[in-house]
């Protein structure tokens, strides 16, 4: 897809200068566009399959309520004609998105303390708008702990493929039971669940002159609000999601700020990370599915995607280790 189709598919106007690329993702490019309607940044991507235009579906029902509401964020297009949220076709079976481009940069990593308590409580103002998820949580793959046959299975081709060696194997394989045992409890009496943001990291806060703005709901789906604001809470502690230890005063900001405005703050035990260790785990799912070719691309995103799963698995081994401290942190 050429930038300049997907601007015209989604209404953009005329290109004003060349496309900048932000993100030379072979599956999912990203531009920003200079357009007789402004400055844009305009992604693309080819969904894998039907489930996508669902996710995505509710995901825009979010991001369009929380635009609506007021909330500190990038402008979404809406596209007038037939879309998926905010993604409207664009030709090929691919889909397009636009949200106005921000000024700015992503905050740092740990994030400093007021910044994670807007973060908070900017979280809190989208569990307030209470959207609620499409799916049957029982179809919900984010919480969807696979037996061990499967994993023995996929980690056999890892191992064939090269795509792991046998120490990681083995460290993946002990990770996915491990998670498994702890969060099928906590899944089965799972309290209500709303539609998120998904992806809400340093990288996705934006620092403006006009202050933090949200960016990229592109990741979102349903999640308890309180698992995952523990999620966001860890993250703004530290990048990576527990490969370097968090920051403590970061992490206890981003709750405090949740919970100052009005946030739902349920167990602060270990359970309370279920939420951060199954999506974790899914993503690793995912990234050794394409690292081993299941879902296309090419020998060097397959790599890629190779490289990304074994960050996943030390930083899943990190974050196991560092439960008992980091829920002392919540306590706190």
């Not at 305009?42 to 996710?55: I, N, Q, R």
Request: with cysteine.
């Amino acid at each position: 897809m050429e930038p300049a189709a997907a601007a015209a598919a989604l209404g953009l106007g005329a290109l004003r200068g060349p496309a900048v690329v932000l993100k030379a993702d072979e599956l999912s490019p990203v531009w920003r566009l200079d357009t007789a309607t402004g400055t844009w940044v305009v992604k693309s991507l080819l969904p894998h399959g039907d489930y996508w235009l669902a996710d995505v579906a509710q995901t825009g029902r979010l991001e369009a309520a929380a635009w609506e509401a007021g909330v500190a964020m990038a402008e979404p297009l809406r596209p007038e004609t037939a879309a998926a949220g905010m993604w409207a076709p664009v030709g090929d079976g691919s889909y397009a998105r636009a949200a106005r481009f921000l000024d700015g940069a992503p905050a740092p990593a740990p994030v400093p303390r007021r910044l994670a308590a807007w973060a908070g409580a900017t979280f809190a103002a989208l569990e307030r708008l209470a959207v609620a998820p499409d799916r049957d949580p029982a179809g919900d793959y984010a919480f969807r702990f696979h037996p061990e046959a499967e994993w023995d299975e996929w980690l056999g081709q890892a191992q064939d493929l090269d795509v792991l060696d046998a120490a990681g194997s083995r460290a993946l394989k002990d990770i996915a039971v491990r998670i498994a045992a702890a969060g099928e409890p906590a899944v089965a009496a799972m309290p209500r669940r709303l539609v998120v943001h998904g992806d809400f990291s340093h990288l996705n806060i934006m620092v403006t002159p006009q202050g933090p703005k949200l960016i990229d709901f592109d990741s979102g789906g349903p999640a308890v609000p309180w698992w995952e604001l523990v999620a966001i809470a860890i993250e703004m502690g530290a990048p990576a999601l527990g490969v370097m230890e968090p920051d403590r005063a970061s992490v206890e900001a981003c709750v405090s700020g949740y919970a100052d405005a009005g946030g739902t703050v349920r167990d602060t035990g270990e359970g309370a990370f279920t939420g951060m260790l199954a999506g974790r785990l899914s993503t690793a799912a995912w990234q050794l599915w394409m690292a081993c070719g299941h879902r296309g691309g090419s020998p060097e995103t397959q790599a890629g995607f190779a490289r990304d799963l074994r960050g996943s698995i030390t930083a899943l081994t990190a974050m196991l280790d560092a439960l008992p401290v980091w829920s002392s942190w919540l306590k706190g």
